[in-house]
């Protein structure tokens, strides 16, 4: 029989496939080593790539490591930034990737922490008197609520008027952006502030460092409940299946009786909740203040990160823990180097693209590996 | 105010951008794969045509190579989508964060600037005028003298009217968005016919690109695209991908955003004009697409 090599490419994934599937149910453990090594050899080829622009632009392969391991990891201090920088990505993360999992997008993650945001800064300084528990939480909840109401607009833009979310989300972002430098500009500007800022939080409203100096505060904690009730409601609730089944198969959950508008809406409101959250960590743990600009492209990096997590909250987890050491890594060599930091943009955004498109990768290599397997095969036949 | 000649100019020196980039939209639209990089796209356009323009010294060099710069992104997301069956949407947003780093990466580490390119010497596209118009004052004022992209684009939105609903290739690209299987049948590679959108599309959005910084402007900034590529797809929705509807819809939000500035300060701060465009979007896309009532029509 003859075949093109385009089928007998096909034949070949075909049998890789079943022997993967074979080897899942006799050792699963070795496929999951399996999975690692690719993953692990996908983000080493991305920083190989990344180490490589640098050699090329001049700088000495020492110099780089050094700056990168003293920014991540090389003290307490360092450490806790980075810890830090990990639980906002985890958690915007998953404000975009508990909608995605029910079927509707949520790129508005930028616009919901903003928003988030101004509300903690706005409890924050504007009430007084408050016992230091309630204070916060009362910040906390305010954010998360406004969060969550600048999600449902465009949620209900979609689910009632057939708006394309996409396109309503990012609007979202620039009003949210737009309207927040507003606020900060006029009515609530912090007197004789040279910048677009609101007056300091009240000691009352603050989270407290953990580790002097650094960014890590008592936040992660609230954070890491956020994370554990949120994998619960995705992982373990009814709601989380009805979430996975509309994500999967609209026509099916409706079928099976899912109320898809109530439930899609419901994703959305919880995502654009953590969003607040997130929002309200940055004033009340790190900033102390509300300035323009504060979410500085957390919300898209979320959306980035939920692009190839979307039912798993392990993977954005672990992506995320990728994102914060890059980010760390390439502020590091920002200040030791004067490397430009918007390399962490570029470098995430590639991992992304080949996390999306790894089985079309995998499967071309093993393709070509056949096809050199066959043509060595061929030259031994004609010795 | 409306009949300002001055609201006018900038009427329609703001809808070009919206203009060119929702019309190369368009094919993809009619192939069914929204080309969600626009932003990007632009951008890129922008960057490059400025840089080439004042290196070579030709504004039409710079036109080329913004078309070239872009139609090489368009490449990659063609690649990940057709080849590779990625998501759309996610190959897309993906493209805009890694096309933003990028130029971010390079203005900042090999041309040292922080955000903004500016230079005396960069050479403007020519300005041009059609004589047979100056015979009345009013249309002298609003329509001569402008940037050569901005008549250029509204001869295209004819021209790519003609080839979306008259020629061959616009058939084959609407039947690849309807019906793949059947182009196939038909003896056309719809992945082929699909791939040439990308290309077109993205050529346009280059052009987009281009005219915000060489065009007008005379600046290239790292947030002088701002949504607009968004704004630019919502068009292309809105629009169904009828080429006339877009050239409606590109003139609305072009009005939207000429409109804004000139509203005294006292009266509006600078953050809601600035807002005024993201808004309008808002509120107009919610409106057709609610008395549309979520059908689908080709």
């Keep these: 029989m003859q075949l093109s090599v385009q089928q007998c490419g096909d034949e070949v994934d075909k049998t890789i496939d079943k022997e993967q599937t074979m080897l899942s149910m ?37 110099d780089i490591l050094s700056a990168v391991y003293s920014s991540t990891l090389a003290s307490d201090f360092r450490i806790a930034n980075t810890l830090n920088r990990l639980v906002l990505m985890t958690l915007v993360g998953l404000t975009a990737a508990v909608p995605f999992s029910a079927g509707i997008w949520n790129v508005g993650g930028e616009g919901q922490i903003t928003v ?16 230091v528990q309630i204070h916060v939480a009362l910040a906390v909840l305010t954010a998360m609520l406004a969060g969550a109401l600048w999600a449902a607009i465009p949620a209900v833009l979609r689910l009632r008027f057939h708006a394309n979310e996409i396109v309503t989300t990012i609007m979202m972002n620039y009003i949210a952006i737009q309207l927040t430098d507003y606020l900060a500009n006029y009515p609530f500007r912090a007197l004789n502030s040279p910048s677009a800022e609101t007056p300091r939080v009240l000691e009352t409203a603050q989270f407290a460092k953990l580790i002097s100096l650094s960014n890590l505060n008592t936040g992660i904690f609230v954070a890491i409940a956020a994370f554990i009730f949120v994998c619960y409601l995705m992982r373990k609730s009814a709601v989380g299946y009805e979430w996975r089944t509309l994500g999967k198969n609209p026509l099916f959950a409706r079928y099976g009786g899912v109320q898809s508008a109530q439930r899609q809406f419901l994703a959305m409101c919880v995502g654009g909740a953590l969003a607040g959250l997130v929002g309200s960590i940055l004033v009340l743990g790190i900033q102390r203040r509300f300035i323009v600009g504060i979410a500085g492209g957390l919300g898209f990096t979320g959306a980035l990160i939920a692009l190839v997590a ?11 823990t990728i994102f914060a050491l890059i980010q760390s890594g390439v502020l590091g060599m920002e200040g030791r180097l004067g490397v430009a930091v918007e390399l962490s943009d570029i470098l995430q955004s590639i991992i992304i693209l080949l996390i999306i498109v790894r089985e079309a990768i995998w499967s071309w290599f093993a393709r070509l590996a056949a096809h050199i397997r066959r043509a060595g095969g061929k030259d031994l036949h004609a010795v | 105010m409306l009949f300002e000649t001055e609201f006018l100019r900038a009427t329609l020196r703001l809808a070009t951008p919206l203009l060119l980039a929702s019309l190369g939209g368009t094919f993809m639209y009619h192939a069914a794969v929204p080309n969600v990089a626009k932003e990007g796209m632009m951008l890129i356009g922008a960057m490059v045509s400025f840089v080439i323009s004042l290196s070579s010294g030709s504004p039409l060099i710079g036109l080329a190579a ?31 964060l890694l096309i933003a780093g990028l130029i971010a990466y390079v203005l900042r580490t090999f041309l040292g600037e922080e955000s903004t390119l500016v230079s005396p010497s960069l050479p403007e596209l020519p300005q041009v005028s059609l004589s047979l118009l100056s015979v009345v004052p009013f249309l002298d004022k609003v329509l001569n003298d402008h940037s050569v992209l901005i008549p250029v684009s509204f001869v295209l939105v004819i021209v790519v009217g003609m080839i979306v609903y008259q020629t061959p290739f616009g058939y ?21 016919v699909i791939f040439v959108s990308f290309m077109l599309s ?10 915000l910084s060489i065009g007008y402007l005379n600046l290239f900034s790292l947030n002088m695209v701002a949504g607009k590529g968004f704004i630019a797809l919502a068009i292309v929705f809105l629009a169904r991908g009828r080429p006339l509807l877009v050239l409606l819809a590109s003139l609305t939000f072009g009005a939207a ?42």
């Design chain 1, 116 to 131: 988030g945001a101004f509300a903690a800064a706005l409890v924050g300084f504007g009430l007084s008197g408050l016992a």
């Design chain 2, 66 to 96: 913004a078309i070239l710069a872009a139609c090489g992104f368009g490449v990659v997301y063609a690649l990940f989508v057709l080849a590779w069956r990625a998501n759309v949407y996610a190959v897309g947003f993906t493209l805009n």
């Design chain 2, 257 to 298: 955003e000429a409109a804004a500035p000139r509203v005294p300060i006292e009266m509006l701060p600078p953050q809601f004009s600035l807002m005024f465009p993201y808004l309008a979007t808002l509120v107009i896309v919610t409106i057709v697409e609610a008395r549309r009532g979520g059908r689908i029509i080709v």
């Design chain 1, 310 to 320: 979307v039912n798993s909250v392990l993977m954005v987890l672990v992506i995320a």
């Design chain 2, 202 to 211: 993205a050529s346009f959005c280059g052009l987009a690109g281009a005219h």
């Design chain 2, 172 to 192: 084959w690209l609407r039947a690849a968005g309807m019906n793949p299987t059947a182009l196939e049948a038909a003896g056309k590679r719809s992945n082929r």
């Design chain 1, 26 to 62: 006799t050792t699963t453990y070795r496929a999951v080593l399996h999975q690692f090594l690719r993953f692990a050899g996908l983000i080493g080829l991305v920083l190989l790539l990344a180490f490589s622009i640098l050699l090329f632009q001049g700088h000495s392969p020492a």
